[in-house]
């Protein structure tokens, strides 16, 4: 059974930093690609970054380029997103995925997402 709890949401101003975590269980963790998607009140899910299994491949989305950082520790079955000058519009729950394929995650997104976390709230005040 697999299972991804995301951690370290919460309330912070606007110019803040916040990492979130994500554990993972029930999957071989290191062959595995993950992610980071968000979703905002009235919002579609969006694509925020995803990792390959090693962790020499990333990508970001453009809003959140130069500001988020996604990392991974494989012996520990986690990943991590590490948001640097959160804006208020960086204000939606953030759920952590698992993809089979990194290509597919970064191809056609959330539809090829084989697991899903429970999501974390992360709000950004001005």
């Known amino acids: 059974q697999v299972q991804l709890v995301e951690s370290g949401g919460g309330l912070v101003q606007a110019g803040s930093s916040l990492t979130l975590s994500c554990a993972a269980s029930?999957?071989?963790?290191?062959?595995?690609?993950m992610g980071w998607f968000r979703q905002a009140p009235g919002k579609e899910r969006e694509y925020v970054a995803q990792?390959?299994?090693?962790?020499?491949?990333?990508n970001y989305a453009d809003s959140v380029k130069g500001r988020f950082t996604i990392s991974r520790d494989n012996a520990k079955n986690t990943v991590y997103l590490q948001m640097n000058t959160l804006k208020p519009e960086d204000t939606a729950v953030y759920y952590c995925?698992?993809?089979?394929?990194?290509?597919?995650?970064?191809?056609?997104?959330?539809?090829?997402?084989?697991?899903w976390g429970q999501g974390t709230q992360v709000t950004v005040s001005s």
């Open positions: 995925a698992a993809c089979r394929s990194s290509r597919d995650l970064l191809v056609f997104g959330s539809s090829r997402v084989d697991y």
């Open positions: 029930g999957l071989t963790f290191s062959y595995t690609a």
């Open positions: 990792i390959s299994g090693s962790g020499g491949s990333t």
